[in-house]
């Protein structure tokens, strides 16, 4: 099955600074990757997803980069926001038995500080 | 975007209960949904995927008979915790997909056993 690891687990930033959060994942037939933001006490929202077929997607302020061949893929969060403090989750498909579950890292708690 | 409820948000009950928790998709037809479990500062597991009309298929370790899931339509799954113990006490938690689009969480529900 896949396996998914994230760094750093915690990541402190200057308001206006910019933050990455990293992720790499053993499975080289995974071909999609999202991120997830989770606010206390609420379900994860997806923020940004890459497909296997493209290396860098951006939406206003977040970028996620991929790099197929070194099995590792990032979020970048520019100007960094205090409503940016979160827990982020990257994920990758479990891709063995097609069953298109996300297998989760372990979590980055950001926090930006005013 | 896809909406996702989870119903109850909180519940607390006595140990040797039985507790249902509910997942609609309210905007779109999920054709499957998924459980996952999440500890404190801890990071997402997957319990079981659920496909409408077809038995859920169990992560290992996952005990089907005490944790009991039913996706009876396109927009409804429930998870019922059966025989709950304070060691169950966990923040649960649904997603939805249809098709190839992202997976979209619910907010969970928190069960604490006493």
């Known amino acids: 099955g896949e396996n998914v690891e994230q760094h750093p687990s915690t990541l402190s930033v200057q308001e206006g600074d910019s933050a990455v959060i990293k992720c790499t994942y053993s499975?080289?037939?995974?071909?999609?990757f999202p991120w997830y933001k989770q606010e206390l006490g609420k379900g994860p929202q997806l923020i940004i997803d890459?497909?296997?077929?493209?290396g860098e997607k951006k939406d206003q302020r977040i970028a996620v980069t991929l790099n197929k061949t070194a099995k590792h893929f990032s979020l970048h969060i520019t100007e960094t926001q205090p409503e940016d403090s979160a827990v982020y989750f990257c994920?990758?498909?479990?891709?063995?038995?097609?069953?298109?579950?996300?297998?989760f890292g372990s979590g980055t708690r950001l926090q930006v500080q005013p | 975007g896809a909406v996702v409820s989870q119903h109850p948000s909180w519940v607390i009950c006595k140990s040797g209960t039985s507790v249902k928790i509910e997942c609609r998709s309210l905007d779109f037809q999920a054709t499957t949904m998924f459980w996952y479990r999440q500890f404190p500062k801890q990071s997402l597991m997957l319990m079981a995927t659920?496909?409408?009309?077809?038995?859920?298929?169990?992560e290992q370790g996952v005990e089907k008979d005490k944790f009991l899931i039913n996706h009876a339509s396109l927009t409804l799954s429930t998870l019922t915790v059966t025989s709950a113990h304070p060691e169950d006490s966990s923040f649960y938690i649904c997603?939805?997909?249809?098709?190839?689009?992202?997976?979209?969480f619910g907010d969970g529900t928190r069960l604490s056993i006493l």
């Open positions: 997603s939805a997909r249809w098709g190839g689009q992202p997976q979209h």
């Open positions: 659920s496909n409408e009309g077809s038995k859920a298929t169990y």
């Open positions: 994920a990758a498909p479990f891709m063995d038995t097609g069953r298109r579950a996300l297998t």
């Open positions: 499975d080289s037939a995974s071909n999609y």
């Open positions: 890459i497909r296997s077929n493209v």
